[in-house]
């Protein structure tokens, strides 16, 4: 029997406190940085964000989200015997020990099973499907939990209004499972470690102190003009893999960074705006998250439906990118 890999659950969780374009601007204007909502939604599309309490870490969001992901599934926590989260943002000060073991142990996943983090930045949850869809292919796993998690507020340079206003926390949840039904028909993932510096946190470790920015750095422009370009490309290969054309797509669902990004990549594909899910605007720039928040946002309002095509594609640090497509 040939296996494939087909999504059975999502979920997602957003932190309590959320943070309008007015609210910041104003938390801006008591230190001297003048931004408003018009100059904000006209630039990225982004009206509000949601931001983590500082005693919440990205285990804490995605565990709730999940927990979710679990419940659509019909599955327990035990039954998941793989673990990949995508992050930027770990538990833990150099990224050990992973968020997903720190998940493993908040869920009760006491089976031995596997659990491991990705670094991709925006498209580490793209990355995340894509090997999660090879062990399962392989028969190596049969559940697994894929999550993607950040609490992008803590590396903000909060004096850089051209960043600061861009990103929120959050964490979106997948489970995936081996069938024998068509599910993820194709990923592609691509690196070029030649812009790696157009979109980082400069800072370095050195005698136990930051050496350097501990915050985000990103060259807008430059980012902008490489992602409508590889987005368009990396879905184009995504199809041609699984023997479609873009008109067979039901729902895109790009990396939630910036509308303009959005549409443009649309429109070069030849897709009707109708057709991309949307929740950059309420959600802002959530990196890894963005792309299952979004895919469950859809699925529990109810538009994505069995049977149809979703294309899901990130862009981010590193240079990363990458594409999902997949029959829901």
Not at 230 to 255: F, R, T
């Amino acid at each position: 029997m040939t296996l494939y890999s087909k999504i059975i659950g999502t979920g997602s969780y957003l932190p309590p406190k959320r943070v309008t374009n007015q609210d910041l601007a104003a938390q801006l204007g008591e230190k001297g940085i003048e931004t408003s909502d018009e100059w904000i939604v006209s630039r990225s599309g982004i009206s509000a964000r949601h931001y983590a309490e500082p005693d919440m870490q990205s285990s804490d969001l995605a565990v709730e989200a999940s927990k979710r992901a679990l419940q659509m599934a019909g599955l327990s926590p035990n039954d998941i015997d793989l673990i990949i989260l995508a992050t930027s943002t770990p538990d833990h000060f150099g990224g050990f020990p992973s968020t997903a073991c720190v998940v493993q142990r908040k869920l009760g996943i006491n089976n031995g099973s596997p659990a491991f983090d990705v670094q991709a930045v925006c498209s580490g949850f793209v990355y995340a499907v894509s090997v999660a869809d090879s062990f399962i292919k392989a028969g190596a796993h049969k559940n697994v939990l894929i999550i993607g998690a950040e609490v992008f507020s803590r590396i903000l340079n909060f004096e850089d209004r051209t960043t600061c206003v861009l990103f929120g926390d959050g964490a979106g949840a997948m489970v995936l499972t081996a069938s024998s039904e068509p599910g993820v028909l194709s990923t592609k993932l691509h690196a070029d470690g030649s812009y790696g510096d157009i979109l980082c946190v400069p800072g370095s470790v050195s005698g136990g102190a930051v050496a350097g920015s501990a915050f985000l750095y990103m060259d807008g422009p430059a980012v902008f003009k490489l992602a409508v370009s590889v987005l368009e490309k990396v879905a184009n290969e995504a199809l041609n893999a699984a023997d479609m054309s873009a008109s067979q797509i039901d729902w895109l669902i790009p990396h939630q960074a910036n509308i303009r990004i959005m549409q443009g990549t649309a429109k070069k594909l030849g897709l009707p705006l109708e057709k991309m899910v949307v929740t950059v605007d309420q959600h802002g720039n959530t990196s890894a998250a963005s792309i299952p928040l979004a895919l469950d946002t859809a699925m529990r309002d109810g538009r994505i439906k069995p049977g149809q095509n979703v294309m899901m594609e990130g862009v981010g640090g590193g240079f990363t990118w990458g594409a999902v497509l997949a029959r829901m």
